[in-house]
């Protein structure tokens, strides 16, 4: 991983949002990872790092959680974050050929974004449902998602 | 105060926040999954036409995911043709109300007998409470079907106050009650938890909602608002002496976090892993205080067995198992959605009548009860809904999943797909879980095309029981029983 260069103030900053947001206790160590996960898009090192020392916990169990969560990622968020469902559900109504059909528009559209499979979005009524950038698709096709996803801005 | 006023506060209430808006109704269900198929356009697009003649309100869905977005109270889009035998064919007690009443309307909700079960459990003491509880029979609808009232006596007989943990975790593929619930009717979750917690002798109530379940979290947290508000969460609940406090914990994810003492190492930010029992949590749990663990369609029945009494909620289910189960119909049928259903009804008849499955031939197999479970073939469908195991062997009801697979999908993969999800969710804790739920996954794949697997299979069924027998937790326990389900059920069929 790139080692990312954050300024003194930036961390200055972090550590004052901390501080008022947060007791220090190990019970606000989800609470916490997801705050910080909502502020940035994804939790960095760095932050970690600052969080770990907000709340006492060891920095190793923080990137433990981190690490463990489905919810939680350390990496950057790609420009479009799209997640087709391929549980035994989603199966019955072809998602396996969506999650193909999908990874090819991205391909078509010159976009690098990498289509994760998931194994359940717990919306198994309206099957099959992708995840497009915090947006959830139910019922969905190939066209439903060209829709939903701007090519443009990316 | 006295404890006898509680019934007198909740009439006060009720007058306080009643609003004389008469104009005609016109309710649009939006919950996530319609959300995910334009609840939100179409409920813009009727405020353009009808606000300024019409109430629009906003519930939660009705549970018949498959005709959704649904709005009522219009003419024409009342109700679809083929609603009717989704809706006849089942028995709706939790589930009443929901997707009628608007969802943040405490009015409504007092209207329909909301509260009433919180003001008459308060009117008696926590110990006939637990009575009432175990006069209905109620059993947590978690999975487990543990009695509710020995819970809650267990908890409450120890030394320290206890904690209530409300498990809105469901994290299991192919379930999406709990969600339904909390979206429709947050304040019956509410209700139910207050119930739970004056019977325990607790003052501390937690809320673990799954962390997909953004729109739930967010419902439950403007609902416990407005029951604070008005006096219902907070000290002097209802004029009497009972006092509590709510808090809501939104989780990150993982099928593992559904199991209690995992849930309760979350909650204190340690690795999410099971803890050995004893002690159980009703003994030593959150911060080692005693802690009950309740599901959410468990806490949805509580209000309504106070307020209509244990007689009516036996008057459905069987006499060992009373009550109605919550089902979650996905796959390969017409009317797929949420369904309730009394206890001791087959599957075949839920599957045809609610699920409006005409012909058995189009199908392979039934998934019942997510993947600590496993796959039932068509000709054992008559079987009947029950707790626990349901097949005599290693298919149980779980928390309620059933999905239909078609006749195009193998049970092989689908046996490999839910071995998969166990092992790719195993918290790595113990050893037989870590090790074991991947090794039955890769010879599972490595025989696939093999045209003899008895030898194989043989192994297989000695690491799968294994894998169950030796586990920490509910998850390693069961990873085995989607393969011996197969073994069971499907491989003398296929000439294994």
Known sequence: MDVEIVTKEARLNFRKELVNRFQRSREQLLPSLHWVQEEYGYLPEWALEILSWHIGVPASEVYGAATTYPELTLDAPQSHEVAVCTGLACRESGSQKLLGKTRNLFVRNGLNVVVNEVPCLFSCAVSPVVLIDGVLVGAATEELVDKEVDFEQA | MSKHNSLEKLAEINSHVQVHDQRDRIVVQVGQCSASIGAYDELESIKTKYSETHRIEVAGCSGACFSGPRVTGLDSSDIFSNDQDFFKSQTRYVLQGIGEIAWDDIRQYISIGGFEGLAKALSVTSEEVIDIVSDSGLRGRGGAYFPVALKWKSASSQRSAPVVLVNAEEGEPGLFKDRHLMEGMPFRVIEGALIAAYASKSEEILIYVNAEAELAYSRLNISLQKCQDLGLVGKNVLGTDFSVSIRLFRGAGGYVCGEESTLINTLEGRRREPRLRPPFPTESGFRSLPTVVNNVETLCNVPLVLSSGPEKFRSNGTSDAPGTKLLSLSGNMPYRGLA??????????????????????????????????????????DLEILPGIIDGKNVMLGAGGVVALSKNTDPYEATIHLSKYNAAESCGKCTPCREGAPKIVSMLESIRNSSDRSDEFKRLEMLATTVNAASLCGLGQAAGNPFLSYLNHFSQEQGD
């Open chain 2, 340 to 381: 309730e259903v009394p206890f001791g009804i087959t599957l075949l008849s839920v599957l045809q009548d609610v699920g409006g499955i005409k012909d058995l031939n189009d199908l392979s197999g039934v998934a019942v009860g997510g993947p600590s479970s496993g796959i039932l073939p068509t000709h054992l469908l």
